[in-house]
C-alpha cells in the first residue's frame, strides 16, 4: 500500500509541489490541501490545511454536513482523500491503511463488539498487534476509566455512559499518536455529557496524546479543546484557542456559530495604524485594527450582548467611546443569573443585550427608552460580503 | 365469562401448539407399537421391539444414510456458496445486484414440481440422462437450499452495523483477521440457522428428489413407497429420533444465546 502513497503525487500533477514537500520535522499531525468528493460531485472537504500540534486537544467544530466527520475518517483511514496529504510525525500515511496508522477512533455509535466481554473489546488493539502483558495494561486502563468491576460483562448490559467509557478506554490502551473522537458524546443525556466533558479532559491531561475531538456542540468544543477550528461548508473559517475565536471572531459564521452576537452594518470612515472608525446609521464608532476583518467600505460592526451596556437615555456608562442613543426595549426576559433584552434601535434594527443581574442598576421595562453603549476593544468589523445571519443557531438555543 | 376472555389467547395458543406438535407424539407413540394383526396404523401393544432393532426392514437403513450423506453434502455446499453470495449482495455494489436480490427468490417461490421437473429437463437435455441418481439429487437440492441460504444470512449482515468492522480495522485488524474475529462470529448464528434448515429441506425434500433420482432412493422415497403395504414401525423410530435431535439442536442453541446474554 506504502506504493500507492509513493505514486499518488506523480499522478496527480495538479498537486502543489511545494505543499506535497511536507517539513519532515514537524512531529504533529498535518493537512494538506486535503479534498473529499463523492461520486454525486458534493464536495465534503474541500482543499483543507491543518496542523495539530502534538499533544494538543483539537476540536472540529461546526454543524452537520461541515465535513468535519470526513475529514477524521479520512485520518482514520476510513475514507480515502480524492487528493491532498495526510502527515503524521514527518510521515506520509494519506493512503496508509487504517490498520497500518498510529490513530485509533472513539466512534459515535461506540462500535463495540458486541460478542466479546468488556475486557476483551478493550484488549482488541493490543492482542491484534500481538502486544506484552496484555493483562497488566488492560487492568489498568479499566481502573482508568473505572470499570474493573464490569470487566466480564458484554457491553448490552452496560449504561451509555459505562459504553461510551469503554469505547475511549479501548482506543487509548493502543497509546496512538492521535486520538480521533468523533461526537462521542452525542448519545449522552445533558448531566451524564458535563461529566464525561471534564473526564475526557482530565485523561487527555494524564496521558498527553494529540486528542481530535469532532462536535457541533460550541460549548463541548470550548470547554475542552485547548484550540477549536471552526469548519463550515468543507473549510475551516477560524482557528485558535476557545477565548480568542470568541472574542474576535473573523467571519459572521463563526461570530454567530460560537455564541450570539448583534451584527450592525456600517461604513468605514477612516482607518489609522490601531483604530479603524465606522459610520453606523449615524454614529461613529470605532473598531481596534486587531478586530477589523475587512478589507472594503462596507462591513458589520459586532458585538457580543452580554458586552453591551444598558442605561438610562443621559445617563453616564462605564464605557467610554461608542454611544447609541434612541433605543426602545421592546422585550424583557429574566433569566435569573442575567436579563435578556431586545432593543429596537431609531433605524429599525433590534439589538440583544445580556445584562448581569448585579443589582447595581435596575431591571428596564417594555417600552423605556434606553441608550447603548460598549467599550471599543470589544467590537469586532466583518465583511458585509457575508451573511450576517450565518452558523446562526435555532431559536431557544 | 370473564375468565375465559381473560385466557381466550393463552387458550387458543395452547390449541394451536397442541394441533402442532399432535402428529409428532403419534409418531413417538408409533414407534412402540407393535401392530400385531395386519392394520399397521393402529395401536397394537406397547414393544421396545422397533427400538432394539431399526435397521431390521430391508433398505430402510441404506436409503437413511443416502439420505444423510446428501443432506450434509447439500447442506455444506450450500452453506458456504449461499454465504458467499450474501456477502456479496449486502457488501458489494456490482452491476446485476438488485437483479441478483431479486431472482435468489425465484427457487423459494416457484412450485417444487416445476422445479423438479425443468430441472429433469436440462438434466437429460445435457446428456446425464444415465447418470441420474445421488449426484444429480445433490445437484437439485443445492439449488432450492441456496436461496434459503442466501436470504437467512442476508438478512443477518444487513442488520450488522458496518462500525463494527470499521472499528476493529481501526484497532489494529488486518481484513482477514476484521473478519475471523468480528464479521464472521457475529453472523455465524445466521449461517448456523441457515445451515439447519438447509438440512431439513433436503432431508425431507421428495418432489424434487423423486424427479431426478434414477435408480437411487432416499429416506423419503423408501418411506413413500412402503406407504403402499404398509410402513414398517422403525419408520417412526426414525422419525422420533429426528425429532429429538433437531430439539436438541435448537434448545442448544438457544441455552448457548442465553448464556451469552447472561455471562
Redesign the interface.
Known sequence: MSQLAEDAPSSEPAEAPTAAASDPSYDGLRLQRLTKSFGSGFTAVDALDLDVPRGSFFALLGPSGCGKTTTLRMVAGLETPTSGSITLSGQDITFAKPYRRPVNTVFQSYALFPHLDIYENVAFGLRRRRAKEVKAKVEAMLDLVELTSQARKKPAQLSGGQQQRVALARALINEPEVLLLDEPLGALDLKLRRAMQIEIKRIQTEVRQTFIHVTHDQEEAMTMADTVAVMNAGVIEQMGAPAELYENPRSTFVANFLGQSNLISGTVVSRSSDVTTVDMHGIQVSVPSGRTHVDGDRGWVGIRPEKVLIGEEGAELDAPGNTIPGGVISDVSFVGVSTQYLVRMPWGQELQVFSQNTGRTRMFRTGERVELSWRPEYAFLLDQAQDASAGAQRDGQ | MRWLRERLVLILGLLVLVYTFVPIFVVVGMSFNNPGGRNVYQFGSFTLDNWKDPCGPDDLCSTLLTSIQISLLATLVATVLGTLAAFALVRHDFAGRSASNLLIFLPMAAPEIVLGSSLLALFVASGFAGQLGFWTILIAHVMFCLSFVVVTVRARLAGM?D??E?????????PV?TFR??TF??VLPGILGAALLSFSLSFDDFIVTNLNSGNTTTFPMYVYGQERVGVPMQVNVVGTLMFVVSIAIVLGMELRNRR??A?
Open positions: 452495523d462500525d463494527l470499521q472499528a476493529a480495522m481501526d484497532l489494529y485488524a488486518t483477521q474475529r468480528v462470529p457475529l451469552r446474554v455471562a
